[in-house]
């Protein structure tokens, strides 16, 4: 086992948190040093953006079939369209007003609503916006220039390229050593909340085979002095959306190099990126894992298709689910029923049969449904080894749902054990039901090198993304929840080995509104309080 894999079971086994110890966090909040959750380049040319409210959309269900229609709407590449992708993706969604305090919420979801997650852009040939690389910048809904072109490049036909990068600060501020872990969910959240904006504009999206170093210069990172060292922003993953769907994937890698890219760009970016806050707590692990995920090898990164889901009706505008999206506080314990056929519209939302991530499900109140424990199998080939690690009197009974391989495992009440789980939470056991993600661990980590650990994080904040929008779309709730101890969720299904560990959970039902609280839409004035 070579040192940044050890370092990927070191980090994962020490920042679990457990009935005796949390992991380490400064444990109370340091208001004075909060992050500001904004990333701005000083003394940059700036676009503004048009607001997109009011343009026409599909519905939420439509946007998923669309590809099968003979006429299939595609919005030109165009600066309106690029303006509609970002807002509706990871723009500004609503701001909530209590008192003489305002904060904004967010079309992609974040731990603790913190947006450790930054976007750029390599455009070229778009009508209204200039070649080359520039910044979005969500609280004013613009894009920040920060290297025009030096010479010329190719992209695919009507394409563009967006880069994802994470700032672990902003999350670390608050949540200490397991941030890192949140940071890379809420990258998940990014990509699948750009792949739904993509899908309402007849777009699409694929992860381009990038090296880290190769993206990290890219984007500028590498440019250390315009940046504050201990604020370090590193980049993810290299997206092309392109209009094309004829294109086959490997053609568009293969006509995309990125050191050419590179070389069309400046020597030297313009703009040096504010300091996000005045002091700062330093966790060593969190910087460890960051350089052991990292490689200098070729990743090819998939982003998970989800399979047509039978079980969706016409609901609202696509662009009105995206931007009512909220993650509940609080439960209505009173009234969390739902039908079964809203339970298997959410599951068959995020229906795969090739996933290393299965759902381990606690059902507390789903018509027609029996309270108990289930597995939903997203991986057919994962089956049988999962039937060997988990516990030998589990039922394996399956479901007669088109929603996914789901298996009953045992009846009875997961109230109380799902409540445990989530850190004593009520709104694990206050919803319909709760789930865990349980990723493919150990097989993944070896196969694909310790960088595929937070690509495993990202598949489940992408998956979470889709939950919440899925659940919107019913007008229920849900809530991701990164506070879970880990090994007694393992230690309930059975599990003793790495092979499988959990990431992610989620909790669905009905949320209640905090009425003290006001709504506001976004971007009134382009002036946005923080």
């Known amino acids: 086992m070579n040192k940044n894999t050890q370092m990927v079971y070191t980090y994962h086994n020490e920042t679990k948190h457990s009935q005796l110890q949390y992991a380490k966090s400064l444990g109370y909040m340091d208001w004075a040093t909060q992050p500001n959750p904004y990333r701005s380049y000083a003394d940059t040319q700036k676009t503004e953006l048009p607001l997109s409210f009011e343009n026409k959309s599909l519905e939420y269900s439509q946007i998923f079939t669309q590809r099968r229609e003979e006429e299939k709407v595609v919005a030109p590449l165009c600066l309106k369209s690029v303006s509609q992708f970002f807002q509706f993706s990871l723009g500004l969604a609503a701001i909530k007003e209590f008192g003489d305090q305002s904060w904004a919420l967010r079309c992609n979801a974040s731990s603790g609503n913190l947006q450790p997650s930054e976007a750029y852009i390599i455009a070229k040939d778009i009508e209204g916006i200039e070649d080359g690389l520039h910044h979005y910048a969500p609280l004013e809904h613009q894009l920040e220039l920060l290297s025009a072109t030096t010479s010329d490049f190719a992209l695919p036909n009507n394409s563009f390229l967006v880069s994802l990068s994470s700032i672990v600060w902003r999350e670390a501020w608050k949540y200490g050593e397991r941030s890192w872990r949140y940071t890379q969910l809420d990258c998940g959240h990014a990509l699948k909340a750009l792949e739904v904006s993509a899908l309402i504009l007849g777009w699409k999206i694929e992860v381009v ?42 053609e568009l890698n293969i006509n995309i190099d990125i050191n050419t890219l590179r070389n069309a760009l400046e020597d030297v970016y313009i703009g040096k990126a504010n300091q996000l806050s005045r002091d700062w707590h330093k966790w060593d692990i969190l910087e460890r894992i960051e350089d052991a995920t990292l490689t200098d090898e070729l990743k090819v990164f998939k982003n998970d298709v989800y399979e047509e889901n039978p079980y969706r009706k016409s609901s609202a505008l696509a ?25 298997e519209t959410i599951l068959g939302s995020v229906k795969s049969h090739n996933s290393p991530i299965h759902l381990v499900v606690f059902v507390h109140r789903v018509k027609d449904i029996d309270s108990g424990l289930y597995i939903l199998v ?68 070896t196969e694909f090198g310790a960088s595929r650990y937070k690509e495993l994080y990202w598949e489940c904040g992408a998956i979470g993304q889709q939950l919440y929008l899925e659940t919107t779309s019913l007008n229920l709730s849900a809530t991701g929840i990164g506070c879970f101890l880990d090994d007694i969720l393992h230690d309930v299904i059975g599990l003793k080995t790495n092979h499988f560990q959990t990431l992610y959970h989620f909790t669905i039902g009905r949320g209640l509104v905090d009425e003290r609280l006001s709504t506001l839409k976004p971007y009134a004035s382009r002036k946005i309080a923080l």
């Open 209 to 250: 085979s990038t090296k880290d170093t190769e993206l990290q210069s890219l984007i500028g990172f590498d440019q250390a002095h315009r940046y504050v060292p201990e604020e370090r922003e590193l980049a993810d993953m290299l997206l092309l959306v392109t209009l094309d769907d004829t294109v086959q994937t490997t």
């Open 319 to 343: 662009k009105d689910i995206v931007l009512n999206r909220r993650s509940a506080q609080v439960m209505n314990k009173d009234n969390c029923t739902i039908t079964k056929n809203e339970f």
């Open 378 to 445: 997203r991986n057919d080939a994962h089956k049988a080894e999962l039937q060997s690690l988990l516990k030998k009197s589990f039922l394996w009974e399956r479901v007669d749902t088109d929603a996914g391989a789901l298996y009953k495992l045992q009846d009875g009440n997961m109230r109380a054990i799902s409540k445990t789980i989530s850190c004593n939470q009520d709104i694990a056991s206050h919803g319909a039901f709760t789930l865990g993600m349980l990723a493919q661990f150990s097989e993944q980590i």
